[in-house]
């Protein structure tokens, strides 16, 4: 466990423990647990909006359960070792992606219940496939491909294993949904279904030739005729616009402030109040707090990688 990286060590043992609560009794039931989009109930079980994220729908599978946590654990740990510079840059993930999704259900009026586990695994799978996206591996093992095709693998497979009575919490579509956003977001671009229906199916191609246009001195306009420098480039060349390579991490400043306040910088002033009539009244004590100066660890390996 020591080799595991903290909010991925956190992640696990969340999972783990939160899916077999109900089971070991420490809580009274599942319900205690999961996200219940209605407001009174959101009031008297604030925590279901974090704890819903960790509870797995079905543990009656040995198989799923195994593959789950494998998956968690794989994905969790190259993202937070290899993507994201710095910790707090995938806490901010977490907090969007979570937020984004939690959001998200109260759009759904005819669902109450919300079971977030499959979905969360899914943002995770799905932005792991995008950030490593031109890897090869063995899927499971045994079936050789691309890491960016095993996210359409992993939500067939969801989409199967997920119990009948929570089959639509369990589809885990809105966590993919909230990992392309995220995506789209920290790449500039529309992501790979843009570029998909752009470059595949409508068959846009770049023109050979663009119009530049340029000033002399005395302001008149030239226009001209120049290579396009897009143009014949293959896939791997138009990343940015299908949104592969994870992009630059998000991390907005308040977020960085928030997080980040420097506890050595908290100073505590004494001083010594004055005499009244040759009484030593007491001291009185004051705190500064000062928030740590922004420091973003931005990834610009991966920014600027292709």
């Known amino acids: 466990m020591d080799s595991i990286s903290p909010v991925t060590k956190t992640i696990l043992l969340a ?9 070991v009794g420490l809580v009274p039931s599942i319900e205690y647990l999961i996200f219940f989009n209605i407001p009174q109930i959101i009031k008297s079980r604030p925590w279901t909006m974090v704890t819903t994220f960790f509870v797995m729908p079905s543990i009656n599978n040995l198989f799923y359960i195994i593959q789950r946590m494998y998956g ?9 070792v290899s993507y994201f510079m710095h ?44 950030c490593f996206w031109d890897n090869d591996i063995r899927f499971y ?11 359409v693998i992993e939500l067939l497979y969801n989409l199967l294993m997920c119990p009948n009575k929570h089959f639509f919490t369990g589809s885990g579509f809105i966590g993919v949904l909230s990992a392309y956003v995220y995506n789209c977001l920290a790449t500039q671009s529309w992501g790979p ?6 470059h595949k199916i409508l068959n846009i191609k770049e023109p050979n030739f663009i119009k530049q246009t340029s000033y002399n001195l005395k302001g008149e306009k030239t226009v001209v005729k120049v290579k396009n420098p897009k143009s014949g480039q293959q896939e791997a060349k138009r990343v940015k616009e299908y949104g592969f390579g994870g992009g630059r ?12 306040v420097d506890t050595n910088k908290i100073k505590i002033k004494k001083s010594v109040l004055k005499k009244e ?18 420091k973003e660890a931005v990834a610009n390996h991966w920014a600027n990688k292709y």
């Open 15 to 23: 999972t783990l423990v939160l899916s077999f609560a109900p089971v």
């Open 72 to 80: 968690l654990y794989s994905h969790s740990q190259a993202l937070e």
């Open 87 to 130: 910790r707090n840059q995938y806490i901010y993930y977490l907090f969007f992606n979570m937020s984004f999704m939690l959001l998200i259900s109260f759009y759904f009026k005819d669902q109450a219940h919300w079971f977030m586990e499959p979905n969360f695994y899914l943002c995770l799978s799905y932005t792991y496939a995008m």
């Open 141 to 151: 093992g045994i079936i050789p491909m691309k890491v960016r095709y095993t996210i």
């Open 193 to 198: 279904v843009y570029g998909f229906i752009k």
């Open 249 to 260: 991490p998000l991390f907005p400043n308040w977020f960085n402030r928030l997080i980040n």
């Open 277 to 294: 009539k040759g009484v030593k009244l007491g001291t009185s004590i004051s705190i500064e707090e000062k928030s740590k100066s922004a």
